[in-house]
């Protein structure tokens, strides 16, 4: 209560305590006293007792049963083997891009060598904690501020090297440290919170503009797919339409043509059929001519068009060419007939 009391009152006092108390000697740091030489000892675990001889390093008493001449020995040093925890104070620094920062961390510590502890440093805490204030500054220049928040196991790291290569003499090893708190002035939060604003807003836009492409791809996918569908639809509807309808259709026309032919066959192979199929061929001959000039405007016309008689008679002709092979097959596959004579067509025709 009365050093809080010196040090609200008068701050002066209260530094030259903190001063006091890292100048302390070290077996103060864990023990309120050292243990007192009565001949025989029992050294706690995870302690080393360093013992001089009449003001001379003696030896180091091993945890157990140990024995001592009283008034030659005296206990001169207690260190603790076990892990050290040390508060590193809150420190200033200034970063690559100048920008200054206030950091504390946590320094984990164990005592290698009790001799070189003992004898090595006077205070080996605040040789610890001093080197790791300074190495920090150093490691806080090398990087940006933005660095600083990505790498601090990184920088951890650098920090623990750097004070084991200079408390090796020490007696001392660093295992590990921390950072605390990193506080960043108010204007530089400030930017820095606008910058990830900036930052969550640009990644909403471009996840909005990602969804809709997306979105608009998977319509246009879909209208492909649809088409697609649609083609092969209809293709197979004209497919079935073409292998039933038509095709029926088509045989239909086939079987009624065929059996016209055949209707037309018997009925010229009746009694003056040939004269009525030869009468047949004429008159579509002469309305060939007539349909010529509905069409178009070109008329392709025989010379002798005016000729009707020997039109008629051309047409005859022709059929009567087209008929007189099948006529004839026709006669040396029946046997002869007794039938009466016919006159030829074309003088029928002519009487007529």
């Not at 205070?123 to 933005?146: F, H, I, N, W």
């Not at 509807?237 to 066959?265: D, F, H, W």
């Amino acid at each position: 209560q009365l050093s809080q009391s010196w040090s609200v009152s008068f701050p002066q006092h209260s530094q030259q305590l903190k001063r006091a108390a890292w100048l302390a000697p070290a077996p103060c740091r864990w023990n309120s006293g050292l243990p007192m030489n009565i001949g025989v000892l029992f050294v706690p675990q995870q302690e080393a007792w360093v013992v001089e001889r009449m003001g001379k390093f003696h030896r180091i008493l091993e945890p157990g049963l140990n024995f001592l001449i009283p008034l030659l020995d005296r206990i001169r040093y207690v260190q603790s083997l076990k892990e050290i925890v040390i508060n590193v104070p809150e420190q200033s620094a200034v970063t690559l891009d100048n920008v200054t920062l206030q950091i504390d961390g946590v320094l984990y510590l164990r005592v290698m060598d009790p001799y070189k502890a003992s004898y090595g440093v006077e205070d080996p805490e605040y040789a610890v904690t001093q080197l790791a204030q300074t190495t920090m500054r150093s490691e806080l220049g090398k990087l940006s501020l933005d660095r600083v928040f990505r790498e601090r196991e990184s920088l951890n790291a650098s920090i623990v090297d750097a004070i084991n290569q200079a408390s090796d003499c020490w007696g001392i090893r660093c295992l590990r440290y921390e950072i605390k708190d990193i506080h960043v002035p108010p204007r530089v939060k400030e930017s820095m919170q606008m910058q990830v604003e900036a930052e969550r807003r640009k990644r909403a836009t471009v996840l909005e503009s990602e969804g809709t492409r997306e979105s608009a791809i998977n319509v246009a996918e879909g209208q492909k797919q649809a088409q697609i569908l649609a083609s092969e639809a209809e293709k197979a509807e004209q497919i079935n339409k073409a292998a039933g309808r038509e095709a029926n259709a088509m045989l239909v026309k086939a079987r009624a043509k065929a059996e016209a032919i055949q209707l037309l066959a018997a009925a010229l192979a009746q009694q003056h059929g040939s004269a009525a199929a030869s009468l047949s061929v004429a008159e579509q001959y002469v309305n060939a001519f007539s349909k010529l000039a509905k069409d178009s405007n070109t008329v392709l016309l025989p010379a002798n068009t005016g000729d009707v008689t020997n039109m008629v008679a051309q047409a005859l002709g022709i059929y009567t060419t087209l008929t007189k092979p099948q006529a004839v097959k026709t006669q040396d596959e029946m046997p002869p007939a007794h039938e009466d004579p016919q006159p030829p067509t074309t003088e029928v025709l002519k009487a007529e």
